[in-house]
């Protein structure tokens, strides 16, 4: 499968902004999907998963209330609302792919060329 994440830009902060992830070349629904992030200087981090099939979803702690992953099978598509953005969420994001549930990146199998988020204070 192959993943485009789009997007990203440059929001003030408090402010909100949709990340997408269009799928392609694969069948999308059997894939457990993810969102991690990546800041200057820093480790890949883990911000948000979703099941297949959408049902069960989980977020890391700093991202916990304020941001909302979800996916829609019939367009191929996942999202990352993401509300009250702070200073510290810049970084670039990346989506991906796995056949099992996991929040560490290592477990992911496919990924997505980033988008980059910069929240300015």
């Known amino acids: 499968v192959q993943l485009q994440a789009s997007g990203g830009g440059l929001v003030q902060a408090g402010g909100s902004l949709r990340l997408s992830c269009a799928a392609s070349?694969?069948?999308?629904?059997?894939?457990?999907m993810g969102w991690f992030r990546q800041a200057p200087g820093k480790e890949r981090e883990f911000v948000a998963t979703?099941?297949?099939?959408?049902?069960?979803?989980a977020y890391g702690d700093s991202v916990k209330g304020r941001f909302t992953i979800s996916r829609d099978n019939a367009k191929k598509t996942m999202y990352l609302q993401m509300n009250s953005l702070k200073t510290e969420d810049t970084a670039i994001y990346y989506c991906?792919?796995?056949?099992?549930?996991?929040?560490?990146?290592?477990?992911?199998?496919?990924w997505g060329q980033g988008t980059e988020v910069t929240v300015s204070s």
């Open positions: 979703i099941t297949k099939s959408g049902g069960s979803t």
């Open positions: 070349g694969g069948t999308f629904s059997r894939y457990v």
């Open positions: 991906a792919a796995n056949d099992d549930f996991a929040i560490v990146a290592v477990a992911y199998d496919y």
